[in-house]
């Protein structure tokens, strides 16, 4: 018993410097988009847009994991180690530093900083920030907690009637439509980035369904904060979404909900 409470007090500690490491990456963050120089705006090789913003919060996460737990190796966005590297990882950081570049770009908030703790697959410790909006998520195992103005609550998600149905603001597609329109009573809400998890989360949307593709960083964090409040994040098929090293970082599609039936 003894030994099962300081492994949840260990957890517990290293949790608050996950999140206190989030809040640094989002003060970098900020700095670069309050400034008043224009913001400098590369693409990939995908053709996805990377800034200085991203690039800052990156080392600033993986040189503060690196501090907190030398031992477990880390998958960044912005420098995912090679598939002969990672392939028989059983335990490590997922890391996407600015989810929602696009939106960092319109300058919208709707941005976050994304840190999760992968083990066998399932992501048992995940921190979402949004600097813009001063809203910080976070969770471990079956536990969710928001942090606002210097106030933090658990968090549990709510069934409303009718569903709020959260969308992307950037990525919505013929799919997507076809699937809304099959709900017979729902209300929308866009919103962009990681976020997206959050209100499902905390009980202010009750689906979030999602047919584009996205990489497993955009959605570990997510997936986490989910997992915490009672939601539970599947693919079509009704398969968990799975974190097990794979060559690739793609995800199926997947839906977010309560664990009951919505709609």
């Known amino acids: 018993m003894l030994l099962w409470v300081n492994l949840i007090k260990k957890g517990n500690e290293m949790l608050q410097k ?53 031992d477990i190796p880390q998958l960044s966005e912005e420098d995912p180690p090679e598939w002969t590297t990672r392939q028989n990882w ?3 950081w997922l890391i996407d530093p600015l989810d929602g570049t696009k939106e960092f770009i319109n300058r919208n908030g709707d941005f976050t900083v994304n840190i999760a703790l992968i083990e066998n697959g399932v992501p048992v410790m995940g921190v979402v920030y949004a600097p813009a909006k001063g809203l910080l998520y976070y969770a471990q195992g079956d536990q969710a907690w928001k942090e606002e103005n210097g106030h933090h609550h658990a968090i549990h998600v709510k069934s409303k009637n009718p569903p709020v149905v959260v969308i992307s603001r950037s990525h919505q597609d013929p ?89």
């Open 90 to 92: 059983q335990r490590y």
């Open 175 to 263: 799919e997507l439509m076809a699937y809304l329109s099959q709900i017979k009573q729902h209300k929308t809400a866009e919103i962009g980035s990681s976020l997206k998890f959050c209100l499902v989360a905390e009980g202010m949307a009750q689906l979030y369904p999602r047919f584009g593709p996205t990489n497993i960083w955009d959605t570990a964090a997510g997936h986490a904060v989910a997992l915490g409040a009672g939601a539970k994040v599947v693919d079509w098929n009704g398969k968990t979404l799975d974190y097990t090293p794979r060559e690739s970082f793609l995800n199926p599609g997947f839906v977010c909900s309560l664990c009951e039936n919505v709609g």
């Open 18 to 70: 996950v999140c206190k490491l989030a809040r640094e990456a989002g003060d970098a963050i900020m700095a670069i988009y309050n400034g008043h120089a224009p913001l400098q705006v590369e693409h990939k090789s995908d053709d996805s847009p990377v800034t200085a913003a991203d690039i800052a919060a990156h080392k600033i996460i993986t040189a503060g994991l690196n501090l907190i737990s030398p």
